[in-house]
């Protein structure tokens, strides 16, 4: 089934309310990407941000942690509720650890990869996460172009994971190149400039859902 995530750090964060009132009738979930200026060279929103949306929104709060040491932080974004929360397998604490603590607490758990990162990382993964992230571009800044290795990598990365568990793709994906995705096996699309870069949102979301499924569907 595919799913749109709109990406927050795209939103007029001084009207982040507003913003999230323009797709949440339409979207899936809302991505939100926390970083911590080590992981990658770059901050952005924190805990608190998560426990304001939580009361104001209604979506499925969806968590990208491009942190150092996500283990000393799951928690702490599970109580402030998250729905959903990634890691990245680049990051030095034990991935399988972070996933097992996600889910000790009734959270779904995701493991995120870099563009350059061999999809054979995750392998010993398969089966013990609800999602994989293939980032389409280097995190740490949205309005970046999409990276050809990473694309070549969704086939691999759906061969892993298998059908049932979520392949989510994050970076660069606009109504253009997201049926692309699709046709390769990704079934969650992230889109910050693609959404809320957008005049009218909404229509951005409609435009994704229906181009993802044109793709999934070749
Ligand atoms: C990048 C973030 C993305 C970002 C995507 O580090 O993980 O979620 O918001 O932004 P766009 O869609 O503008 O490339
Ligand atoms: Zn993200």
Known sequence: ?????????????????????????????????VMDGHFVPNLSFGVPVVAGIKKAAGLILDVHLMIDNPLRYIEKFSVAGADVITVHIEAPD????????IRSLGKKAGIALN???????????????????????????????????????????????GADTDLQVDG??????????????????????????????AAAVRVLRERAEEGAAL
Request: with cysteine.
């Open 1 to 33: 089934m595919i799913k749109i995530s709109p990406s927050l750090l795209a939103a007029n964060i001084t009207r982040l309310g507003e913003e999230i009132g323009k797709i949440e009738h339409c979207a899936d979930m809302l991505h939100i990407d």
């Open 94 to 101: 034990d991935a399988e650890e972070c996933i097992r603590l």
């Open 115 to 161: 563009p350059d990162t061999p999809p054979q990382k995750i392998a010993h993964l398969a089966g013990k996460i609800d999602m994989a992230l293939q980032m389409t571009v280097f995190p740490g800044f949205g309005g970046q172009s999409m990276e050809r290795q990473a694309v070549d990598n969704i086939r691999v990365i759906r061969e892993i994971i």
């Open 172 to 201: 660069g994906i606009y109504a253009e190149n997201c049926a692309e995705l699709t046709s390769r096996g990704a079934n969650v699309i992230v889109s910050g400039t693609g959404i809320f870069g957008q005049p009218n949102p």
